[in-house]
């Protein structure tokens, strides 16, 4: 291959994030644009593939191209790779396409051997300050390049050691110490890996590329590619750079910082540094950094050079930017710059801020903000008037905003097994630290707190990166984890034990606080009516009470999708009234129930059309089988072995025992060997008409009631589970007749329409057929993705829906956004179709589908006229509407030309 | 509306079957070749319509074109309705456009009054004959035109009349006794409907047409439309046409005749015919008549008058012809022609035969047989060797071919309700004589035995049109209902004793009988070479085992279609193997089970190759969920709980709970809600790819062995449940390595092929992305059918299918024959995206329907390759195919047109 393996940082640009990583590009862009950047070059993502290809091995002909490279680095420097005098040392980096912070591997002060050592401690006259970067390069290295923990390194010899000479800080260190315990490190690898530590500073830098090519492959990069989207086969570049030291005395620090708060989104410069550390110091959160402000009083001339190139950086890339920058001997180098990560509520703001300083359009704040960044801004808070009486553990840092409420767990395995995609408990995460070996435990849980770390800890950024509530650094916290529990001001937490975190406060409160939904204004009242004038599709919502119709609302849905009417029988009062109707072989009887339902579900609908005030309300009628309301087969087995045992001896048990085997025969006869598949739905109402009629009685009979007041109503009746039209045919023409015959009853016209559900693939095949009769379409598109697949959705997630997305069978899980090549196939088909014979058919969707950003845009492109989904996620659709409007645009824009 | 309504036997033709019914333009057409039929016109189907559209009311104006169709008949008879000289009287018989025998109404003798009884003593000078006439009139006009069964005539006035005065046969009643009998049957009607039983002969007519037409919607006639998927739109015709009497006198008499045997097909006339009787005495059994070879020596130049009726009608025809016929005073008068219902193999022989006569050509004759007439023909029969020793309990008349052995049951319902779409027993009715009333019992027996009644009984007719074996008139049982038993010869035999009928030679065995499957030569033999000259689409079989193999290879299968491979799991030796392959967690057990497993699958595959020597083989790798294979959930909650009552009062039941609650445990955890989406097919091997690589080993292996032998094997190995391509992938690329290891090993080259099933509709979708890795597709039509209507089977044939095809919201149940309309439209989509993707891909079907006629016709006309059914339905299906090439060769001659 012809293609060039190695760029100079003064070859790149910001465009070449393909080939060059993000991070490499950035650092080109950077250097060209004239900001103080250490000189290096990127290895390319290529390259990246070119290795893996071979087998894991560098290809010939690189090592010359690196050589090169390093030669005008050195030329620059004016220092020599392996020199004995001012000898040149190199960071080596990892940086993909998409930032993967942590993720992959890192080595520092890489060039230094016996013979640099000598020359660096003869040029800096500081010895401590040599070893201290020795012991640090041995340590990453080996971990690194030979797989030895750094926690071998770190726990059992460096912290034995203080400990032994009676060291409280690594400050207290001397220069012979250091030079003991990089000893004792460099035996340690000869001890392991059986070979001596490599000093030819080529040969350390050969391995160090492979190894951080090899890191691309490591688990927790491949958990986070997973969990981000991040493709498999882009690849790594690699970032070889000189080395500048924010560790070669007082007048030297490092720091990381944002241009704008990342939490807040508030217009000012947010960060913080440490003097006299490396840069891992910061991001571990091993010490405690002080926040950039201070900087201006230290050194304002520094600052108000670090505040310009901040300034330069925004207006150049038009974003927040996230920075890292070392200060060596009184002189400012930027190491690293890219968008910054950001909550939500500061995305918002910062994109609404950005169209006001004129410097995006609204077009660009719309595209800016993710479904995920909304789903943070609409996180609960803590209710301030059950605040009083909480019991105050302790307070952290503010690192990720929202409250949270969970039982405590200590490691990242229980959480992932009892919280989100386990067992579904609400779960919260308390470690001393986290690390990226605790990402899936932090996704599965409610909410982190941390005893140790800062703002821009590995827990801070993950979790605001996911949208999960986060108090880190909170010292007061002694977490043992080994007995499951955390001590705090006299009080011992459990494992299992509730607590509430405030992330947006830092407070950390004892028990189960009250939590409320949060208010929504000002920056993400702006972004949503931009959103608004920009979006074609509507946004409805799924709401089975008036609560959460009215939540919706509030959210700026347009009418109920879904209006489930089942949900309603399961309500305490109702119950028997259902089972009585299901078990009785009375028709006077089973009448009775139906008439006491009716007036139940009458005033649910009432209530529904009233909190929706005139907006379009679509009620689906029934739709599980109706051994769901029936007691447990099991559970009747049980008791029945139990009865036919002892009524063997106790006659008494006797009439109990054929009554409960009444029961079970009932149950059994009724039981389906694939109830998603039996009798239910349309289904149902055709073999027992009776309870649809009384649930179209109860819709028309509130809809007419209310007409009468004056209020609009404009209910859409859905029928559901629809295989061929005659389905529909034969049961509409039944509710049509109960129709009208209630509005004559009433005296009063009521608008109403009778649709279907399009759930089954045959319903999608046959949509021409079935618009005949149906006069709207609602893609129930969880049926729809099961039937499509053959998933039954219950079965598949615990069993190998898993294991197919981390295998890549299936990108994603198709219950969670859409399958375009086939459900989405069929919904694409059933809309034409059904345009086709009925034209301008309404077409929706009330699908869980329905408030997934990707999917809400594929609706937007196969011509639905409206999404629905939960109330939380209406603003999330609205947005992702208006970003499918925005495509379009660009689209028909690029195609104009 | 100017349609004409009446149409004059003169103005019809044979093609007008639509409008005139099959018997109106048989009729018209028998008038125009000049064949001595009765005077009379038709009342079309298109009436029918109106007096159903019109609210059950005749159209105004239908009565004056009768009265000019009446006038015409009375000028060609010289007689005058209800003239008081004589008299013209009229039948008036059903006729839709599809023969449904006995399902409508019929009246006699309808004109009769007291005028017009006198004037006929008058002229025929017969009393008896008169007012025999007169109490059949009243009969059957009082059961069509009022509804007073003719069961409170018959039995309780006509047979009571008949003992009082001692009357053994009807023919002992005198002109008196049958005045006295009719005066009684007209005091009756007048108690039942409080009117005078109608002397108008024109109110007589008008009342009986639309009796006749009301009869279109009666139980029966609903219920064999259904069966025949006749459509109910259609409606029925009334014939009116002039009586001519067979009982007025021993010069008189009536019968019926095929122009064949229908039931051996056999060329030579066949029928039975009474002296001095009407019509219904013949159909119904009541009297035993007599063969029509008898007519030869009691009337030749009638008998050759006969002869040549029918060979003028055959040759006309160019079929074999259902006659009716009446002698009236020595005058043959014809009142009946259709297409004779005859047996599987009579349909073959007399279309093979017509061909060497030059009646017709070869393809018509290929389309003259139906798959049910070659599922008769291969009917099993009884083991001649177990005859010998077999208890003869009578014999009766063979009046449907074909063995049959079952429970004896003595009633319809209970038919219906224990046999074939019922609890799936056999069972065998058992009746004295069957009626309209017992059909949907006959259907769920596997045979029928009648205690009266001859060949063209309704018994007999009915169970050779469906192909049921059937003994009639076996005169020796006392069939006694009520107390469910029959009594012959000294033995008694109960309701669920087990008896063999035999069709063919009427014979009735107690006890179960050995049953072996038919020949197939002869005229079978021709015609199937024929169909396999004809047939594009090739047929292949699934098949288990060698005997089913070696069975399907005598049947003409070219090949497996589906071998299932974990039928063999269940076999005793195995199952504890596979039991404690899924249970244990040590892998090393494990791969002791799977090689245990490999040697009884390798045998099973050399048996399976050797047995097809050379022809295709197709094996699906293991496809239900494990779960299957291990001991019942409910057992063990039984077996559970009642040892946890035991253990607490004997501690020696602790280690047997403990044991079955681990068991438990591990049952639960695979337990699924609905399996038949769950954890199977090709998921199960990406979860546990242990068990199909041993299965690809087994069949690798097996391959390699006869291929040295020199005995040609092509295995096509077939991947089934294939959602997504990536699933293939995935095994795919594991099981080509197994494949390529085994013939390294055996040093065998082996022709092999890896395809999938295509029984998802997911899989249909991206079928063209599928064809890129599968070098085969089968569709499996039982699972697609099940996911594209969201139906699953178990579950929707008992609990709303039937229904679904009662109602005709289905056409027919799609599991028996393909949806063209959603599965079917997939099935094609999946052939064209395939084949567009890899050219020639080759397409099978697997499923059931690939031995349903339709389906097969359908599977030819979307480009399949091949179909696979059962063994026993191969030549069902190589008919099927020759069918659709012909249909496809006739559509070509029309195009070219």
Partial sequence: MSQKRVFLFREGNATMRDLLGGKGANLAEMTNIGLPVPPGFTITTAVCGEYYQAGKALPHGLLDDMKSAVAEVEQITGRRLGGSEKPLLFSVRSGAKFSMPGMMDTVLNLGLNPQTLEAMVKETGDERFVYDSYRRFIMMFSDVAFGIPKHDFDNEIFQVFKYKVGAKSDLDLTAEHLKEISAQFLAHVKAEVGRDFPTDPWEQLQLAVEAVFRSWNNDRAIFYRRTEKIPDEIGTAVNIQAMVFGNAGDDCGTGVAFTRDPSTGEKSLFGEYLMNAQGEDVVAGVRTPVPISTLQKQNESIYNEFVSVCNKLESHYKDMQDLEFTIEHGKLYMLQCRSGKRTGPAAVRIA?????????????????VTGSHLDQLLHPRINPDSIPSAILLAKGLAASPGAAVG?????????ADKGKGGNGDQVILVRDETNPDDVHGMLAAQGV??????????????ARGFGIPCVAGAEALEVNATNRQFHVEGHTVKEGDIITLDGSTGNIYFGKLDLIAPEVSGAFGDLMSWADETRRLRVRTNADNP????????????????????HMFFDKERLPLVQEMILTKDQGIRDKCLASLLEFQQNDFEGIFR???????????IDPPLHEFLPSHEELIRETTELQIKSSTNPHTLAKLNEKLKLLAEVE???????????RGVRLSIIMPGIVVMQTRAILQAAAKLTKEGIAVYPEIMIPLISTVNELKVVQSLLEDTAKKVMAEHGTAVSYQFGTMIEIPRAALTAGEIAEYAQFFSFGTND???????FSRDDAEGKFLTQYVD???????????IDQAGVGRLMKLAVQEGRASREGLKCGICGEHGGDPESVIFCHQIGLDYVSCSPFRVPIARLAAAQAAIRDRMTVTTADK
């Fill in 352 to 368: 609404v801020e950005m169209v006001g300083e004129g410097l995006i359009s609204k077009d660009e704040a719309i595209n800016r």
């Fill in 407 to 415: 039982k405590v767990v200590f490691d990242a395995d229980t959480a």
């Fill in 449 to 462: 707190l941390t005893a140790r770390g800062g703002k821009t800890s590995h827990a801070a950024v993950v």
């Fill in 547 to 566: 609560q959460d119709a009215q939540q919706a609302l509030e959210f700026g849905a347009e009418g109920i999708g879904l209006c489930r009417t089942e």
């Fill in 611 to 621: 909190a929706m005030g005139g907006k379009p309300v679509t009620i689906r009628l």
């Fill in 669 to 679: 006869s009724m039981k389906e060997s694939n109830p998603m598949m039996g009798l």
């Fill in 784 to 790: 729809l993705t099961q039937m499509t697949f053959g």
């Fill in 807 to 817: 295998q890549k069978i299936l990108p994603t899980n198709p219950f969670e956004s």
